[in-house]
T-cell receptor, first 113, second 110 residues
Framework: NAGVTQTPKFQVLKTGQSMTLQCAQD?????MSWYRQDPGMGLRLIHY???????DQGEVPNGYNVSRSTTEDFPLRLLSAAPSQTSVYFC????????????FGPGTRLTVT | RKEVEQDPGPFNVPEGATVAFNCTYS??????FFWYRQDCRKEPKLLMS???SGNEDGRFTAQLNRASQYISLLIRDSKLSDSATYLC???????????FGSGTRLQVQP
């Protein structure tokens, strides 16, 4: 039981490039979410999903896309990377939904130059 | 005003000390409350849920005051291993997600 896994651990992009951050969980959780963490600002919700085929925007969705084709996977796509997207990205999942305990992956550290 | 506010610290305390953190939240409709712990360059992990009647887990005690909209965490007999950032977390609007405070950093010194 690996819990929540994320790849890659580190990534450097140039402005304008696109990429996908991968997230997978093996706990059969319906709820999954993506957060970004910046110094002094706490974790901010980007997108979330309450089940396969259902996604919705969080607090800071601009510049990011998500899809949820399976219960296990919830990839986050950066469409055209900008320096403002330099951050640490965490994926999380929950058995009970968005208001319940969430389990986090180890994070992806992204730098956009 | 931030939805969840915490004193960023750092709180520097000697081993064995008792330390308390407070947190205030703005959404009176919040129903779920948690303290998470985050070690440097690691993911947040649940420390404990916070219940209306208050709850204790070993050296850790959490309290909730709904009327004043604040949550507290008390750590007794601090250990070096308690050094971390403690995140105050409440359920957000429509129960769709959790709202995180920026965290309070604790450094326990020998």
């Amino acid at each position: 039981n690996a819990g929540v896994t994320q790849t890659p651990k580190f990534q450097v992009l140039k402005t304008g490039q696109s990429m996908t951050l991968q997230c997978a969980q093996d706990m059969n959780h319906e709820y999954m979410s993506w957060y970004r963490q910046d110094p002094g600002m706490g974790l901010r919700l980007i997108h979330y999903s309450v089940g396969a085929g259902i996604t919705d925007q969080g607090e800071v969705p601009n510049g990011y896309n998500v899809s949820r084709s399976t219960t296990e996977d919830f990839p986050l796509r950066l469409l055209s990377a900008a320096p403002s997207q330099t951050s640490v990205y965490f994926c999380a999942s929950s058995a009970g939904g968005g208001a319940y305990e969430q389990y986090f992956g180890p994070g992806t550290r992204l730098t956009v130059t | 005003r931030k939805e969840v506010e915490q004193d960023p610290g750092p709180f520097n305390v000697p081993e064995g000390a008792t330390v308390a953190f407070n947190c205030t939240y703005s959404n009176s409709a919040s129903q779920s409350f948690f303290w998470y712990r985050q070690d440097c360059r690691k993911e947040p992990k649940l420390l404990m849920s916070v219940y209306s009647s208050g709850n204790e887990d070993g050296r850790f005690t959490a309290q909730l005051n709904r009327a004043s909209q604040y949550i507290s965490l008390l750590i007794r007999d601090s250990k070096l291993s308690d050094s971390a950032t403690y995140l105050c977390v409440v359920s957000g609007t429509g129960r769709r997600a959790l709202t995180f405070g920026s965290g309070t950093r604790l450094q326990v010194q020998p």
